[in-house]
């Protein structure tokens, strides 16, 4: 043994010797202790030698010895880590746990993966020797600061002082960062293995919820976060375990290579003018999983987790938790970089390309409980010191959790408020069919029409005669109903939108797009101010389960209106309208429905449904007609929201032909039993013709690539539904 490999022996004997000689060595995961003496199986000594032994196998360089010994921080979890420098620099780790182990070889793995470029092993640092027993232990190639290495997370959040990333570089870090990750899932899809979103998204929310549900402020009670009402947690895992069909709808068809834990702090990053090497350090012992597990990793700590731990002012974000009885506030405020939506906006366009390249379709709805379980993953590990970071963390984890289970039926609803087509093709779907066909029965004098946007129709005279001389209409309608992910994804829409208006033909909306490349869009003009105010009606004082709203129902007065709407009503006559649950084409957000629509008082409306007395006999109706559809109870009804919605217009056009009617809804959203407001935006597409099975197919494809260029997601409700959701009625 030569005196580099003797003097390197002696420094990991005395580091190893007081990593045994400490408690946690002595203890296991869950409390269980090590056998007597089973730390001691191994003295130190022999250990160190043969640690060293196989880094030397490894060509660990000993020449040029130096050694400095210093402690790590940041996000380690192993019980020792320390950085010893040779020629090399290389980290040793020690812990008592397997999964350390583990760790070692999924980077070792990695390195030496067949189906990797150079780059993307590269990437990997170099483990130069593996403990494989207690006290599992490992020797690693180290990035030093001094070597230029210095993490993602400490160039994009330097701290206070110091000035911020400028925009462009934030932006040329990141993409090189994903040109590594994507590069590695791409030559890695493993079509014959699935990755277990039961296990990797949904057990991991379960299982740290209940964890820290040990301090009150985490208990499942209703919350209020920032204004949003949150029901108790457990109703969400109650909703995730009542939907094990539609978790594996979502599952990607595919598995590939997975860090597990790219977060920012894990990505080392040495740079210069001309380029940028990327090295992925401490990941999960996983091997394989879902890439967007990954993506979320990165995406979260962009949007939350770096900003609330972070600051840039240096001040720790403040946090309030208030509680009442059975129920709790949390309020809480934290300033993002000006380039965060770029960032995270760069990560979901990598992604979709991705995703359409593997077939991988539902891959904006996985990301929603992606994002929820990393974030609901952390404040386990932080309430100790880091308690108002572990409960901002928790507020935008149960934020993501709740819009990902805005997706799933209500276990508390009567019937599914949202039942599937058959297939993607069928127009009218049998639910829908069977509800027309009742009408035709029960309703007097009804005619078949078509409506001026195309809709299929039905006409019959009112019971109560009105001035604009309108029929009783049921009209069986088809629609794309979408919400943006982020202001950022529906700002890129507006400026699509808006460029698109400009050109003389084809559209900045799908640029070259092989179906909707040619079509052009102009905006409708309006004149300033709000299109419609709607008061939303539902029965007073009942259960969930005999309201409308909550079963996908409205009740509509629209009490303001103007030319971009299509009924239009004077004096105390109003339009009103009553829509019936939808029934959606899978996850494609595009939905079929049947809408009443008709003019009268609604008070004249309300008393003729109470005094019906539910008869079977001819009715002209329309709230009889619809309570022998869906079972809706008589009684008193309220007006439970009023909407107030800003709308622009979009004419989709091929040529001098209307296609189809794009309107963006900006709504103000306000409760009249709390009076409390809240805005939400959704995008919604409609024929401007007869929708037949090729017209419904184009709907359908339109919709998917306008999700896949702009990051739009199903909208899973209906907007009295949204508006509820928003204001903390539901």
């Known amino acids: 043994m030569d005196k580099g490999e003797t003097t390197l022996v002696e420094t990991l004997t005395a580091l190893i010797a007081q990593h045994m000689s400490e408690p946690p060595l002595r203890r296991l995961r869950g409390g269980l202790q090590l056998r007597p003496g089973a730390a001691q199986q191994a003295s130190p000594a022999q250990i160190a030698k043969e640690l060293v032994q196989q880094a030397l196998a490894s060509d660990l360089p000993l020449r040029n010895l130096r050694v400095e010994q210093r402690p790590l921080g940041g996000g380690n979890t192993a019980e020792t880590v320390a950085q010893l420098t040779l020629h090399a620099p290389f980290v040793l780790k020690l812990d008592s746990k397997p999964k350390l182990a583990a760790e070692a070889h999924m980077m070792d793995n990695a390195r030496k993966h067949p189906k990797l470029s150079p ?12 403990r494989d027993v207690v006290p599992y232990a490992y020797l690693m190639e180290y990035f030093p600061s001094e070597d230029g290495w210095v993490s993602l997370e400490d160039r994009l959040y330097p701290g206070p002082g110091v000035p911020p990333l400028p925009g462009a570089e934030a932006i040329r870090l990141t993409h090189k960062v994903l040109d590594v990750l994507f590069e590695s899932y791409a030559d890695t899809v493993d079509n014959r293995t699935l990755p277990s979103l039961a296990q990797d998204y949904v057990g991991r929310i379960k299982e740290r919820l209940a964890d820290v549900a040990k301090d009150g402020r985490f208990a499942s009670i209703p919350l209020l976060i920032n204004g949003e009402t949150i029901e108790p947690w457990q109703t969400y ?20 290579i997975a860090h597990g834990d790219p977060n920012p702090g894990n990505l080392m990053l040495r740079v210069d003018i001309a380029s940028i090497e990327v090295k992925l350090i401490d990941p999960k012992e996983w091997q394989t999983g879902d890439y967007l597990f990954d993506v979320a990793k990165l995406t979260h700590f962009l949007e939350g987790t770096g900003p609330i731990e972070k600051p840039g002012s240096g001040k720790e974000t403040e946090v309030e938790y208030i509680e009442h009885l059975g129920t709790a506030e949390l309020r809480y405020r934290f300033e993002v970089p000006t380039w965060t939506n770029g960032l995270v906006d760069a990560c979901l366009d990598r992604v979709g390309r991705f995703a359409k390249s593997q077939g991988d379709h539902q891959w904006l709805a996985r990301y929603e409980l992606a994002m929820a379980a990393n974030l609901l993953g952390l404040p386990s590990g932080r309430l100790k010191n880091r308690p108002h970071a572990a409960l901002a963390l928790y507020g935008e984890g149960l934020k993501w959790l709740k819009r990902f289970c805005s997706r799933l039926p209500r276990i ?27 009408v035709r029965a029960d309703a007097p004098g009804v005619v078949d029409a078509v409506d001026k946007r195309g809709f299929q129709a039905l006409h019959w005279p009112p019971e109560h005669v009105n001035a604009a001389g309108k029929p009783v209409e049921l009209s069986l309608e088809h629609e794309a109903r979408l919400m943006p992910l982020s202001p950022s994804a529906l700002q890129k829409l507006k400026d699509a939108l808006a460029a698109s208006g400009s050109m003389e033909r084809g559209n900045a909306l799908l640029p070259g797009h092989p179906l909707f490349g040619d079509w052009s869009i102009r905006r409708v003009q309006r004149e300033p101010g709000p299109q419609s105010r709607d008061l939303y009606w539902d029965r007073k004082g009942s259960t969930v389960e005999q309201r409308l709203i909550p079963r996908m129902m409205t009740l509509r007065e629209r009490v303001m209106t103007s030319a971009f709407m299509t009924w239009e009503s004077n004096g105390d006559e109003r339009s009103l309208n009553l829509e019936l649950p939808f029934v ?4 494609t957000g595009v939905i079929a429905r049947l809408e009443f629509n008709w003019i009268d008082r609604i008070a004249a409306t309300l008393e003729a449904f109470n005094g019906s007395g539910g008869h079977q006999g001819s009715s002209s109706q329309p709230l009889v007609l619809a309570a022998r559809i869906a079972g809706i109870e008589g009684g008193e009804f309220e007006p439970v929201q009023e909407h107030t919605t800003f709308r622009e217009k979009h004419s989709v056009r091929l040529g001098d032909a209307e296609l189809f009617q794009l309107n963006i809804d900006h709504v103000v959203a306000q409760s009249l039993r709390t009076q409390r407001l809240a805005t939400f935006t959704d995008v919604d597409i ?5 929708v037949h099975s090729d017209v419904l197919a184009e709907l359908i494809a339109f919709a998917a690539a306008l999700c896949e260029r702009f990051t739009l997601v199903p909208a899973a409700a209906t907007k009295a539904y949204c508006g509820a959701m928003a204001t903390g009625e539901l």
Not at 121 to 127: D, F, I, L, S, T
Not at 240 to 254: M, V
Not at 686 to 690: D, E, G, I, P, T
Request: aromatic letters at 8%; hydrophobic letters at 40%.
């Open 584 to 587: 959606s084409y899978a996850q």
């Open 119 to 130: 780059q993307s092993r590269n990437a990997w640092p170099v483990v130069y020797a593996i």
């Open 237 to 256: 895992l109650d909703q995730l375990q009542a939907n094990p069909g539609y978790i594996s709808t979502i599952t990607p068809p595919f598995t590939t």
């Open 412 to 438: 508390t609803s009567v019937m599914d408020p949202r039942p599937t087509a058959s297939a993607l093709s069928e127009v009218e779907p049998a639910r829908l069919a069977s509800a027309r066909q009742r």
């Open 686 to 690: 409609a024929a401007s013709r007869l």
